[in-house]
């Protein structure tokens, strides 16, 4: 929800996309369209890209094919408490 004009005044490293655009990218082409945009925009930014809100491997398939850096979502995880965290790693890597 920020304005264009931050780009290129902040010193930022990263663009983070917000879970409104990712969740039903899937279903409606604006924000699939949109959504493209937006990572394509940031490579010659030197920015990298963050999704939140993915919800499935198919979120992941199409956001790693439009060059998307990271994500976040519950189909990595959900929130879990600190005590949790150290045993989920762990489970991670391993798999």
Same mark, same amino acid.
């Given at each position: 929800y920020s304005s264009f004009s931050y780009i +290129?005044? %902040?010193p930022l490293s990263k663009l983070k996309i917000d879970q409104s655009f990712i969740r039903n990218m899937l +279903?409606?082409?604006?924000?699939? *369209?949109? +959504?493209e945009t937006m990572i394509a925009m940031a $490579?010659?930014?030197?920015?990298? =890209? #963050?999704?939140? $809100? =993915?919800?499935?491997h198919e979120h992941i398939q199409r956001l790693k094919d439009? $060059?998307?850096?990271e994500v976040q979502g519950y189909? #990595?995880?959900?929130?879990?408490?600190?005590e949790s %965290? *150290?045993?989920w790693l762990i489970s991670t890597t391993l798999n």
């Open positions: +290129t005044q %902040l +279903t409606e082409p604006k924000l699939c *369209n949109v +959504t $490579g010659p930014l030197s920015l990298s =890209v #963050i999704a939140e $809100g =993915v919800e499935s439009w $060059g998307c850096d189909h #990595i995880a959900k929130p879990m408490p600190l %965290l *150290n045993q």
